[in-house]
Nanobody, 121 residues
Framework: VQLQASGGGLVQPGGSLRLSCAAS????????MAWYRQVPGKQREWVAG???????YYADSVKGRFTISRDNAKNTVYLQMNTLKPEDTAVYYC????????????????WGKGTLVTVSS
């Protein structure tokens, strides 16, 4: 299964972007899907995650500004990012865990290649 992320780009502080990530196999059962981000020189960090049930979870740094959602029929996950800040600049990766074990990076079964988000005036 391959994940393809899209939607990154350059946006001004306070602006919005919507990321999408689609799995190549829409039939496989995926319990959890998530977004992570990474800045050069730093560890990859978890941003948000969502279970097949629709339960969603967020890192404190994005709570109230980002919204994760998914289309289970298409095995696609979205990340709506509002009120963006310069510190949100990073490469964003989507990931999927067939079993929904945890948001630990090591528990993710599949990873997308990443899409760059740059927040700058």
């Amino acid at each position: 299964v391959q994940l393809q992320a899209s939607g990154g780009g350059l946006v001004q502080p306070g602006g919005s972007l919507r990321l999408s990530c689609a799995a190549s196999d829409s039939k496989i059962s995926i319990n959890a899907m998530a977004w992570y981000r990474q800045v050069p020189g730093k560890q990859r960090e978890w941003v948000a995650g969502i279970f097949k049930s629709g339960s969603d979870y967020y890192a404190d740094s994005v709570k109230g500004r980002f919204t994760i959602s998914r289309d289970n029929a298409k095995n696609t996950v979205y990340l709506q990012m509002n009120t963006l800040k310069p510190e949100d600049t990073a490469v964003y990766y989507c990931a999927a865990d067939r079993y929904g074990r945890s948001w630990n990076i090591d528990d993710m079964d599949y990873w997308g290649k990443g899409t760059l988000v740059t927040v700058s005036s």
